[in-house]
């Protein structure tokens, strides 16, 4: 049975949502790493023990994971962590997992695919309207 408070959100889940806030606001305004610049933050899932947080990212221009933004976001860990204390009322911290987000990539390969599907579909239509 899932512990839900009376707003139907589990702590975590809005812990979650407060983290991401956070964190997207820092990489976008204060975090100086260029290799950080194009990062943006799709989704955090907080354990349910607040211990641990994964926080999921894609990167703006590119369509493939760069290591390059992995070792930044590594390196920033520290400052963001700071500032996380600073900026949200929490007794620990989560430890930062950073992770590329794959769905989104996954989401433009099936995005291409029918798109091809639909113009394989309109040539065979044609065919067929010509027999």
């Known amino acids: 049975m899932s512990r839900r408070s009376k707003r139907g959100f589990r702590r ?3 812990v979650g949502q407060q983290l991401h806030e956070v ?21 955090v899932e907080v ?9 999921y990212y894609v990167l703006l221009d590119q369509r493939e994971e760069d290591l ?3 070792e930044g976001l590594e390196r920033s860990e520290g400052y963001i962590k700071h500032e996380l204390s600073n900026r ?8 930062l997992h950073f992770k590329y987000d794959e769905s989104v990539e996954r989401g433009r390969r099936m995005d291409e695919l029918l798109s091809n599907l639909d ?11 010509e027999e």
């Open 12 to 14: 975590s889940d809005r």
């Open 23 to 43: 964190i997207a606001t820092l990489l976008l305004t204060e975090v100086d790493d260029p290799r950080v610049q194009q990062v943006q933050v799709t989704d």
């Open 47 to 55: 354990t349910p023990d607040l211990q641990h947080a994964h926080v």
């Open 68 to 70: 390059g933004v992995q």
């Open 88 to 95: 949200l009322e929490l007794r620990y911290v989560p430890e």
């Open 119 to 129: 113009t394989g579909a309109g040539n065979l239509d044609s065919d067929n309207q």
